[in-house]
Nanobody
Framework: QVQLVESGGGLVQAGGSLRLSCSAS????????MSWYQQAPGKQRELVAM???????NYADSVRGRFTISRDNAKNTVYLQMNSLKPEDSAVYYC?????????WGKGTQVTVSS
């Protein structure tokens, strides 16, 4: 059974940094695509950043230049380095993984940025 477990969320002041991690288990090989999504209260879940197995990345305009996604295929782990955080970045951050056309989600980690 595939499980994704996020960690690294917390409370930080505006301008600060956090590093999120998502560790996947139950999959013998690396995922095709790993992504981070955010969901703020009352809003839809939105893509923040994605990285494929080869390392190609894509970012939402709102985070480009501030956030960096990376992955360790050997560990089936994806990271999100978040710098210059803003109050509007506050949300639950979810890890998503895609393999063989199947989508897997983690349970999320809360990020709160105070002004």
């Amino acid at each position: 059974q595939v499980q994704l477990v996020e960690s690294g969320g917390g409370l930080v002041q505006a301008g600060g940094s956090l590093r999120l991690s998502c560790s996947a288990s139950g999959m013998a090989s690396s995922f095709d695509v790993m992504s981070w999504y955010q969901q703020a209260p009352g809003k839809q879940r939105e893509l923040v950043a994605m990285v494929n197995r080869g390392g190609s990345t894509n970012y939402a305009d709102s985070v480009r230049g501030r956030f960096t996604i990376s992955r360790d295929n050997a560990k089936n782990t994806v990271y999100l380095q978040m710098n210059s955080l803003k109050p509007e970045d506050s949300a639950v951050y979810y890890c998503r993984a895609l393999k063989y056309g199947l989508v897997y989600w983690g349970k999320g980690t809360q990020v709160t940025v105070s002004s």
